[in-house]
């Protein structure tokens, strides 16, 4: 299943380690190719003699090697491999990760890379439920990264409760969904992410508040289960995922025109990028100066043409499942269930985006999944969890 994938191991000092062993010799079973690096830490509960006889490679160790270097640098190392996996990912390390630490090997591989990272997070049940855990969680989620486990059970601290590194097994198989296999695969999947910038001269623009996290970690979570992912993202705060073929645009003419050329192959269509809904029609092409007389430029307006009823409402080309999201601020169900009919989309994702519910721009969403004969309603939630459950949702649909 894994024949010839190459497999960056990153291995995290946590009592966990010693299933990080198995861990290589299964992966090596499927035919992987596993490169260890070990932490300082993990070198304090497994030897990197024993890492590298399993692997039967060179490990890697948090040592500044100038041989090591010599034979193949920190950016080469992270780069050469298919897919980064984090086993055991300890508090430490994912709190590294969130806040973009490079200040010893592993943190400076996973800075450098651009390929997929899988992290198995492992620590004291406390360490996990902690408020500065689950923050750095949802920023990893929302960066693309993949996450597996952990399970709930008993401890080797003693305690009972979530924090256990998930199973070899468990790990083996989100590595083979991370590498394509998952139930999306095969199917391609078109989403747009981010808000639009509509110029008013060279130097100023309209925009929103919409940062692309959702899109971002939607994008994720659809790539996770196997989908082929065309991504097109206005100018977004956060960045787009690794493994996802990216179209930039800066406006809403340009993100239709991206999405006009990708979507006749497309099995499903996900937009959930704040599009600007008018441009403005008299924008200079040169910077627009004050003339002193203290009155303002009179900017005008045009409607730009709206991209999801575009295509929910082809006729040819259309893809099976076409999903909106509709930003509300009042009346969430009515407003949405009516837009979801006035346009032509098979769902609408709805969510308040009140001010006080901090979702625009923040880490968490509540939404209303809308279908032609159901409102259903989901917990508010990290937006790496709702991206999850709605790939889930996509990849049931696309099954029929
Ligand atoms: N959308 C789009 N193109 C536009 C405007 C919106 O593709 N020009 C999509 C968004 O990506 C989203 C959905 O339409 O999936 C709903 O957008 P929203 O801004 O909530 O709705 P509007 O159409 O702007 O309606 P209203 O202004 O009445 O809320």
């Not at 932490?39 to 030897?47: G, I, L, S």
């Not at 300890?90 to 943190?107: C, E, I, P, R, V």
């Not at 990290?382 to 029929?400: C, H, M, S, T, Y």
Request: proline content about 5%; overall charge negative; aromatic content about 4%.
């Amino acid at each position: 299943m894994l024949a010839n994938k190459r497999i960056l191991l990153i291995i995290g000092g946590g009592i966990a380690a010693f299933k990080s062993l198995d861990l290589i010799r299964r992966l090596r079973e499927q035919g992987a190719c596993v490169t260890p690096v070990l932490t300082k830490a993990a070198e304090e509960f497994v030897t990197p003699l024993s890492a590298s006889a399993l692997a039967a490679q060179k490990v890697y160790r948090d040592l500044f090697d100038l041989t090591d270097e010599a034979e193949m640098g920190h950016i080469e190392l992270s780069r050469a491999a298919d897919l980064v996996v984090v086993a055991p990912a300890t508090a430490d390390l994912m709190a590294k990760m969130a806040q973009g630490h490079a200040n010893d090997l592993a943190s400076t591989l996973l800075m450098a890379t651009d390929k997929r990272v899988l992290i198995a997070p492992a620590m004291n049940v406390r360490m996990w439920e902690h408020a500065a855990t689950q923050r750095n969680l949802a920023i990893l989620q929302g960066d693309g990264i993949s996450v597996v486990g952990p399970d709930e059970g008993d401890m080797a601290c003693g305690e009972f409760g979530p924090g256990r590194m998930s199973e070899v097994p468990e790990i083996v198989a989100a590595v083979g969904a991370a590498l394509g296999g998952g139930p999306l695969q095969g199917k391609h999947v078109l989403v747009t992410s981010g808000p639009t910038h509509e110029p008013i001269d060279p130097v100023r623009y309209i925009a929103n508040r919409s940062s692309g996290a959702q899109g971002t970690a939607l994008a994720a979570a659809l790539r996770d289960l196997g989908a082929r992912v065309t991504f097109i993202t206005g100018p977004a705060s956060v960045p787009p995922p690794a493994g996802v073929g990216v179209v930039r645009v800066e406006t809403a003419a340009e993100m239709a025109a991206a999405v006009d050329t990708a979507v006749a192959s497309a099995d499903a269509a996900v937009f959930a990028a704040a599009v600007a809904d008018w441009r403005v029609e008299n924008a200079s092409g040169s910077k627009m100066k004050k003339d002193g007389s203290g009155n303002a430029p009179a900017l005008e307006f045009a409607e730009n043409p709206d991209i999801l009823a575009t295509v929910a409402q082809r006729t040819a080309g259309r893809p099976r499942l076409v999903v909106g999201f509709a930003a509300e601020t009042d009346d969430v169900v009515a407003n949405a269930t009516a837009k979801r009919a006035r346009k032509g989309c098979d769902w609408i994702v709805a969510n308040d985006v009140s001010p006080e519910t901090g979702i625009m721009g923040g880490s968490e969403n509540r939404v209303v999944l809308i279908s032609q004969d159901a409102a259903e309603e989901w917990p508010r939630l990290p937006k790496g969890e709702v991206a999850r459950r709605l790939a889930q949702r996509i990849a049931e649909a696309l099954a029929d």
